[in-house]
């Protein structure tokens, strides 16, 4: 069971002189990332548990998967995932858009002809409440026009093609779990990648653009890094521990 989430760090024993590090909201993908973009990079994991503040994971991935994360990584399960469209806040969770409209997209996308390209299994989108993902190798234009004619919207995070609800987004959800841990999100620093962390770097006091970044997310940052994936990431904590 991970310690629970306090806002404070005055109790750290290693450094009880030193000024609070700053709230974390992180991305994933691209962010958390080894170099060459795909699975977590393992220096990112004791940085992390050790951090003496909230740490709020904050992705486009399925509900399960950041909680998974916080739970290998050892620290409290702060989560906005599914782009927003699910929030959790160690206690309660909440459901910001409904499945129903995009899963008559992905059908009326199959039934077209195409596939949501994850094989037969689907893990993407199989514990997936609020949207439907789709792999970036399947075709993109018949995907968006089935989806204006649904009034939803898609986004590309460079991971996958998101059909979901244009109302939910990941800051929304970060100023939720900010107000239930009791932090100002002007202290909380933010570090992402793509499109679907523009809304992130909205609502925090300062952001953060790994190099591999997008331009939505390059344009929103307050910064953008030298450095890609999670070497971007590791020397935003080393300059702001
Ligand atoms: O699920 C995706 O497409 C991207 O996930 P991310 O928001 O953690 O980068
Ligand atoms: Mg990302």
Sequence with gaps: MPPSPSASSSSSPSSPSSPSPPPLVLDIDGTLTRPEGWGIDPRIFD?????DAPVILATGKAFPYPIALCHFIGIPELVVAENGGVVYTGEDAFFTADRDAPQ???????????????GDGDTINRWRETEIAVSRDQPLDPLEAFAADAELE???????????DAAPNKGDGVEVIAEHVGIDLADCVAVGDSIN?????????????????????????DEVLDAAHADGTLSVLERVR
Aim: glycine letters at 8%; a negative charge.
């Design 154 to 164: 898609v986004i590309d995070t460079g991971y996958a093609y998101h059909v979901k």
């Design 47 to 51: 940085p992390l548990r050790e951090w």
């Design 104 to 118: 008559t997209v992905a059908e009326q996308y199959r039934a077209a002809g195409y596939d949501l390209g994850w």
């Design 197 to 221: 962390d523009v809304s992130t770097f909205e609502v925090v006091g300062r952001s953060f653009a790994v190099s591999n970044a997008d331009d939505e997310a390059r344009a929103a940052a």
